[in-house]
């Protein structure tokens, strides 16, 4: 009768301890998440080793496009698969960005987005990156880092819904909006 009951316990006890979904945090750490994906500041770094995905996997992918899903002017950025670094192929699209962020009366929001690969909190924290990375990007051209506000989407929110590369690429984003 007690190796039922301690075998029962030690099956709830697994089984509770499974239940709590870990993901990552900001500085690459494991923990319990909120719903909170507005950073308006100076944070983030994640070591995307945790998650399987190693550097580049579909080298020189940029949508040379004009796509755009960016509002009040701003041109969307563009992403290879994983990656959140701003290739120079997206440079004349952050000089357009940068004159209109440093003329805009009001806060911009900065959205990074992702395609469907990957898990849920793999891209949310691959959007943040990406957003991250345009923000610096637009600090360091002289817009006030009190002007910007950065989300993350993850894959929440695609331009496109075809089974493609094309469109896989056009997902693979950042965002700018002037906040109203």
Do not use: W
């Amino acid at each position: 009768m007690t190796h039922k009951l301690v075998t029962l316990t030690a099956i709830a006890a697994l089984f509770l301890s499974g239940c709590g979904q870990k993901t990552p945090d900001l500085d690459g750490s494991i923990s319990n998440i909120s719903d909170e994906n507005a950073i308006s500041g100076d944070t983030v770094t994640i070591d995307e080793s945790a998650y399987g995905n190693e550097g580049s996997q579909n080298e020189g992918s940029q949508v040379e496009g004009n796509y755009n899903s960016s509002t009040d002017g701003f041109a969307s950025i563009y992403f290879d698969f994983g990656d959140y670094s701003i290739s120079s192929s997206m440079d004349e699209k952050m000089n357009t960005n940068t004159r209109i962020a440093l003329s805009a009366s009001s806060k911009i929001k900065i959205e990074g987005n992702c395609d469907e690969f990957g898990t849920d909190e793999y891209n949310y924290a691959l959007g943040l990156k990406r957003a991250k990375a345009v923000k610096d990007s637009l600090i360091s051209q002289g817009v006030s880092s009190a002007n910007t506000v950065i989300i993350t989407l993850g894959e929440s929110s695609p331009v496109c819904t075809e089974p493609n590369d094309s469109c896989y690429d056009r997902n693979r984003r950042v965002d700018i909006r002037l906040l109203k």
